[in-house]
Each structure stands twice: as structure tokens, then as C-alpha cells.
Nanobody, 115 residues
Framework: QVQLVESGGGLVQAGGSLSLSCATS????????MGWYRQAPGKQRELVVT???????YYADSVEGRFTISRDYAKNTLYLQMNSLKPEDTAVYLC?????????WGQGTQVTVSS
């Protein structure tokens, strides 16, 4: 069974930075896509960034230029570097990977940005 475990969330002041990690039990090689979503209280889950096997990445407009996705294939770990954080970035951040037609999710990590 594929497992994803996020870490790195916490409380930060506006303008600060956080780095999230997502350790997976599956090799990142050959995955169709991987990335991060977030869900704020009372809101729908929204895509933050997705990285495709082709090497391209898609970022939500709200995080473009502030967030960066990266991968460590040797460690089977996905990262999300978040800079210039804003209070509206407050949410539970969930990583995912997609293998063929199946998508796997982590349990999420809380990010809180104070004003």
C-alpha cells in the first residue's frame, strides 16, 4: 500500500517561509504526476501545484512566484518551499502522487500564517 507522510507545517508570521516535505513509500520515477493541494476551513480543496512526468509544473495563480515544488528521487520525497506567506495561505496542505489512474494522498499538515 502506498503511503505518503507530510511534515514541516507550523505557525509562521506573514512574510515568512516554510518548507513542507512529503515522504512516500513509492518510487517517484515513472509517476504520472505529483504535487500539493490545500484545504482551508469551510472551503473546497484547491490545487496548489502539480508536477508532471514530463518535467513541467503548474502552479495556482495565488502561489505563482512564491511557492516552489521540488523532488528528491533518491529519497522518494516531495517538497514544497513556501515564501512570502500570507494569512490566506492558512490551510491543511496535502501531498499526492498519481500512478496510472490511481491517486494517493497524505494525511495533511497544518500551515497557519498570522498577520
Amino acid at each position: 500500500q502506498v503511503q505518503l507522510v507530510e511534515s514541516g507545517g507550523g505557525l509562521v508570521q506573514a512574510g515568512g517561509s516554510l518548507s513542507l516535505s512529503c515522504a512516500t513509500s513509492i518510487s517517484l520515477f515513472g509517476l504520472n504526476a505529483m504535487g500539493w493541494y490545500r484545504q482551508a476551513p469551510g472551503k473546497q480543496r484547491e490545487l496548489v501545484v502539480t508536477a508532471y512526468r514530463t518535467g513541467s509544473s503548474y502552479y495556482a495563480d495565488s502561489v505563482e512566484g512564491r511557492f516552489t515544488i521540488s523532488r528528491d528521487y533518491a529519497k522518494n520525497t516531495l517538497y514544497l518551499q513556501m515564501n512570502s506567506l500570507k494569512p490566506e495561505d492558512t490551510a491543511v496542505y496535502l501531498c499526492y502522487v498519481r500512478q496510472y489512474e490511481t491517486q494517493y494522498w497524505g494525511q495533511g499538515t497544518q500551515v497557519t500564517v498570522s498577520s
